[in-house]
């Protein structure tokens, strides 16, 4: 049975899926075989330094404005973890403002109930400052608005957009400078 191929192999195919192609040396009885494995490496998410998706985390000190990447497959595993790095980051940051970014997300696989359950917990970065999720596809962007609408009370600032220039209008930013947030200084206790 053949697979169909990732457009590179050796690379991240969805969420944290590492797909690999291996071909023997020297092939038996001059028969080219290749084998095809996908190996789940969702163990390393547990540390956000891997590159899967909650990995991009970075900082505009310019802005003082933290905004978070979370790209390919994400489930709801990898938004609480996204969650929980968020909680124990923003306070290490003179953050005034959030961008989550979910643009590079292949799919958005978090349900209405864990929205609900997240919309009723304290928001990590203080509810006096703006919030702006980015969202481009039509699921993760109703996902975001209702999300919007059931934490209005705890996240009066949570603004919905579907590009990053709409992102940096809204905060007032001219020419966003993100770096990557520093693994020592953001480490977070496990």
């Not at 191929?5 to 991240?12: D, F, T, V």
């Not at 109930?113 to 993760?140: H, M, N, Q, W, Y």
Request: aromatic share 10%; glycine share 4%.
């Amino acid at each position: 049975m053949r697979h169909p191929e990732p457009a590179s192999w050796g690379q991240k195919i969805s969420g944290c899926r590492l797909a690999l192609l291996l071909k023997p040396i020297q092939p038996v009885d001059q028969k080219a075989y290749e084998y095809r494995f996908e190996v789940d490496i969702s163990s390393l998410c547990k540390s956000p330094w891997f590159g899967c998706p909650v990995t991009h985390a970075e900082f505009d000190e310019r802005h003082f404005v933290i905004r978070w990447k979370l790209e390919g497959e994400v489930t709801e595993e990898v938004f609480a973890e996204y969650v929980r790095l968020s909680a124990a980051t923003v306070p290490k940051f003179p953050a005034k403002a959030l961008i989550l970014d979910l643009t590079g997300a292949s799919s958005f696989k978090v349900s209405a109930a864990a929205l609900r359950e997240l919309a009723g917990k304290v928001p990590s970065l203080p509810s006096r400052f703006p919030r702006v999720i980015v969202a481009r596809s039509d699921l993760t962007y109703g996902l975001s608005r209702m999300f919007a609408i059931l934490s209005e009370e705890k996240r009066p600032l949570l603004h919905v957009v579907r590009t990053m220039e709409e992102a940096y209008q809204l905060l007032k930013m001219k020419s966003p400078e993100f770096h990557p947030i520093n693994r020592s200084r953001a480490a977070v206790d496990t």
